[in-house]
């Protein structure tokens, strides 16, 4: 069994200043950050670092052109207006959907962020990041960089379980789950990779997270329900 390390090189400080550049807060708590930018010249100078991390990235980003009938497919899928002020901008579940998915991406790329945080800001190659979903509800979300050999874990929505921990696992093409090691519901964990699973850390490959007795399974292979699975994306 591989035990986590836990990740506490970031303060609050810092965490609020990567969600910040990153465009992830909104209301109260992105006009508290919007403050403190303002009068609090550390707490900029942490924001600037973050913004300066995330540019490289945002310049290799190619713009997509969505398909010329995109719009006319979302809004036949809209139920009918009831009144005539009824559109597209006024619908529930539109905007449902659009805080899903902006939520879901937001997650996904703030787990990596924050995980390369102290790395270089240009690295050789970038990391494969996997959202673990399952039931509707996205648990986890991991980030693997190779270079370093290692996996970051962050809990998105996940609930501790009092009787029962989870553990990660890797699934190769020949279906054995391998175990990674055990994740944490109040706080991210870093994982460092043994050298015969690092081949096994492919986009081809499904991540999966069980639930387990306390220590992890006596057996090496998942006791308890799987809770979610994902497979990697490359940033």
């Known amino acids: 069994m591989n035990e986590p390390t836990d990740d506490r090189e970031f303060s609050a400080d810092e965490m609020l200043a990567a969600e910040y550049a990153l465009g992830v807060l909104d209301g109260e708590e992105r006009a508290a950050a919007a403050t403190r930018v303002a009068h609090e010249r550390g707490f900029a100078r942490i924001v600037a670092d973050w913004e300066q991390r995330l540019s490289p990235w945002a310049a290799e980003i190619t713009e997509t052109a969505p398909p010329p009938d995109m719009w006319d497919r979302i809004a036949a899928a809209l139920p009918a207006a009831p009144a005539s002020n009824s559109g597209l901008w006024q619908s529930l579940a539109f905007w449902r959907g ?23 800001p240009t690295p050789q190659q970038g ?34 379980d009092a009787t029962r921990v989870p553990e990660l696992w890797v699934i190769p093409a020949d279906g054995k789950p391998r175990p990674i090691g055990l994740l944490r519901a109040d706080r991210m964990v870093t994982i460092l990779m043994p050298h015969d699973l690092m081949p096994m850390m492919t986009q081809k490959a499904v991540l999966a997270v069980s639930l387990e007795p306390q220590g992890g399974s006596p057996t090496g292979l998942p006791t308890g329900p799987v809770i979610g699975t994902g497979k990697f994306a490359s940033l």
């Open 98 to 120: 659009l805080t899903f998915a902006t939520g879901a991406l937001a997650a996904v790329c703030l787990g990596a962020l924050v995980y390369l945080g102290t790395t270089q």
């Open 127 to 160: 990391p494969m990041v996997a959202a673990i979903d399952g039931g509707g509800q996205r648990h986890f979300v991991a980030s693997f960089d190779q270079a370093r050999g290692s996996i970051a874990v962050m809990p998105a929505s996940y609930a501790a």
